[in-house]
C-alpha cells in the first residue's frame, strides 16, 4: 500500500507507505486513514484522497 499526502512541515506532496498508517477505518463518509509522515507530522486521509475533516477524529477508534 502506497499513498501520498500533503504534509505542512515538508510543504509538499509526501510518498507514504503503510508503515506511515496508524489506523484505518471505515468513518460515516467513507474510508479514513490516520498517518504519521517520518517528520513527525500527523494527519488524516478520506477515501477521495483529500484531508478529512476535523470532525472525523472524534470517529477514530483508540489504537
Request: with cysteine; net charge neutral; hydrophobic share 35%.
Amino acid at each position: 500500500m502506497m499513498f501520498s499526502v500533503f504534509c505542512p512541515t515538508h510543504d509538499s506532496r509526501v510518498l507514504m507507505t503503510r508503515r506511515n498508517a496508524i489506523s484505518f477505518w471505515n468513518g460515516p463518509d467513507g474510508a479514513v486513514i490516520r498517518w504519521r509522515c517520518n517528520c513527525g507530522h500527523e494527519g488524516f486521509l478520506d477515501h477521495r484522497g483529500s484531508h478529512a475533516d476535523e470532525a472525523t477524529p472524534a470517529t477514530a477508534p483508540v489504537t
